[in-house]
């Protein structure tokens, strides 16, 4: 029998270095995933237990500047065999985006992707807890240049945003 498809999927996008494993700690309330040094170090996706209703999944970040062309086009056949094996099982897509940093143009390539495929996305501003009120605000205006859907704010540091996150995971 086929894995993962008793239950649907909440799956955590971005770049690498985004705030990722950070994110997905705090929403189990433990240390599962490992917060990396490396950047680009998780290279397959996970499929992480959520309570009874959900599994939360995690994919490789993208965007880590010293990765080969060849790594590029694997990572975005892993992608393309995720989406089109599961696709139907996903309630959300987050996709991450660094409040320090904002929309770059591989979150602008995600978000056509996940237009493309029709899938139901929120935004995530990480880290807000180390960026100023400009840069917050700088962020939220790349982000809507592209996409009007909802923005949520977190900082895995302060537990900013968890509630949230939560609600969208288990309802
Ligand atoms: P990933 O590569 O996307 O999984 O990101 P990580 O969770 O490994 O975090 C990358 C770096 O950002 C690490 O140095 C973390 O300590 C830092 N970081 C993650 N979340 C936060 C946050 O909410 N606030 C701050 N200030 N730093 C964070």
Redesign the pocket.
Known sequence: MEEWLDKPHVVLV?????????????LLGKKV?????D????RRVTFIPFGEKVYLVDVP?YGYARVSHREREAWRRMMEEYFSRYGELIKWVFL?IDSRVGVTPLDVQMIEWLHYRKLPYKVVL?????ATQDEISSAIKSVRKHTTVEILF?????G?GKKELLQYCLD
Do not use: Q, W, Y
């Open positions: 971005g770049r690498s270095n985004v705030g990722k494993s950070s994110l997905i700690n705090m995933v490992a917060v990396s040094k950047p680009g170090r998780t970040g991450l990480t880290k807000v807890d180390a977190t900082s895995s540091r302060e900013k």
